[in-house]
């Protein structure tokens, strides 16, 4: 086989495999991605201090479209992937909740902390302990952290406890996970 043609080929197979990934299944006309958005930021811009530790800490409102078909639930996972903690792959845990209904298409401003909300979704600890949402914080002396809001459609219902540490929650997700979306802010406190 010639090398031209090798070319070609790889270049195809990464097309498909990337369209796969995109939730497009390689097929033209194929559903749309799973998308999260936020009204409260655009994406990738500066999240208003309201949602940080420097102002409220709360939650911003998020909402999705595009659900993938036979979605049970969601995942959420908010998280600052610039930090390494004790120089190892774990990241900050902003916020993690599993079990969102599968019929939500959005998650109100300013939810309350607490282990299980009334429609069944669980709020997981933070890197601080807590079963809330923990709003950014990166320090004034370094450069802005993205932090980075995941949403996980899944087909499935996860039968964790509140306690659940996140690595347990993403690996009971793996061969669940039927689409996702990503959302992203910037943030560091001011001098």
Known sequence: MSRKLAGLLATAALATASAWAQGGGGKKGGAPAMRL?????????????KYTSAGQSISPELDWTNVPPGTVTFVLLFHDPDVALQKKLDDVTH??????????TKLDEGIKEGATLPDGMIQGKNTRGANAYMG???GANGPEHHYTFELFALDTKL?????????????????HILGKAVWEGRFHRQQ
Do not use: Y
């Open 37 to 49: 958005t936020s009204p409260a930021f655009a994406d990738g811009s500066v999240i208003p201090e």
């Open 136 to 138: 950014p914080g990166a």
């Open 95 to 104: 916020w993690i909740a599993w079990n969102i209904p599968g019929t939500a």
């Open 159 to 175: 039968d964790l406890g509140p306690d659940t540490p996140r690595a347990e929650v993403m690996k009971a997700m793996e061969g």
